[in-house]
């Protein structure tokens, strides 16, 4: 099945510009959505289709996708945005049709 | 409010059984696939299984098939996952989740019930 790849974390200081990627193949061509899950709680639809926000999400959430690249950018990092992301593509053909990424943990010094 | 309540989690020894259920409410039940997402302590989302809106199409990854089974009943809003044979590496919190208008991504998602299978 497909293989997607997020680093397992990266940090960011309150009010900078956090860049979270996931790789796989030709993922450009694909619906790729993230999720955010913070300690103790479900995931959380943020991202889908690349770069659509679900209602209440807030603005300083997008994404976008080229090649073997999907990135979720997270502007002017909140304390509160601290949790981990997952990317997930959907495979139709697949026996496996829903994939996620290892997930990224996002730490907000 | 749209949610999904999940529900039958506990400890059970190695190859004992078990059954999930998904209550859902709050949206048109027979219209969307359901599916099953695992989390094991301290590691990531790894997708269980899931089934259409009418329970056609049922899927499951590789590492269940044969031993967990996906179902609902629609006129409960209920969709199980009956999981026998289990093993210590199935330890892990298990959540339902709704797919979205067009299946590829998972919109709603349920709080999880803890499934510990343990000796």
């Known amino acids: 099945s497909f293989v997607l790849t997020q680093p397992p974390s990266v940090s960011v200081a309150p009010g900078q510009t956090a860049t979270l990627t996931c790789g796989g193949n030709?993922?450009?061509?694909?619906?790729v959505h993230w999720y955010q899950q913070k300690p103790g709680q479900a995931p959380v639809l943020v991202i889908y289709y690349g770069s659509d926000r679900p209602s209440g999400i807030p603005e300083r959430f997008s994404g976008s996708k080229s090649g073997n690249t999907a990135t979720l950018t997270i502007s002017r990092v909140e304390a509160g945005d601290e949790a981990d992301f997952y990317c997930q593509v959907w495979d139709p053909t697949s026996d496996h049709p829903w994939v996620f990424g290892g997930g990224t943990k996002l730490t907000v010094l | 409010e749209v949610q999904l309540v999940e529900s039958g989690g506990g400890l059970v020894q190695p190859g004992g059984s078990l059954r999930l259920s998904c209550a859902a409410s709050g949206f048109t039940f027979a219209s969307y696939g359901i599916n099953w997402v695992r989390q094991a302590p301290g590691k990531g989302l790894e997708w269980v299984s899931g089934?259409?809106?009418?329970?056609?199409?049922?899927k499951s990854a590789d590492f269940v098939k044969g031993r967990f089974t996906i179902s609902r009943d629609n006129s409960k809003n209920t969709v199980y996952l009956q999981m026998t044979s289990l093993r210590a590496e199935d330890t892990a919190i298990y959540y339902c989740?709704?797919?979205?208008?067009?299946?590829?991504?998972?919109?709603?998602w349920g709080q999880g019930t803890m499934v510990t299978v343990s000796s």
């Open positions: 989740a709704k797919e979205g208008k067009y299946s590829s991504l998972f919109d709603i």
């Open positions: 030709n993922i450009g061509s694909r619906s």
């Open positions: 089934i259409g809106g009418r329970g056609d199409s049922p």
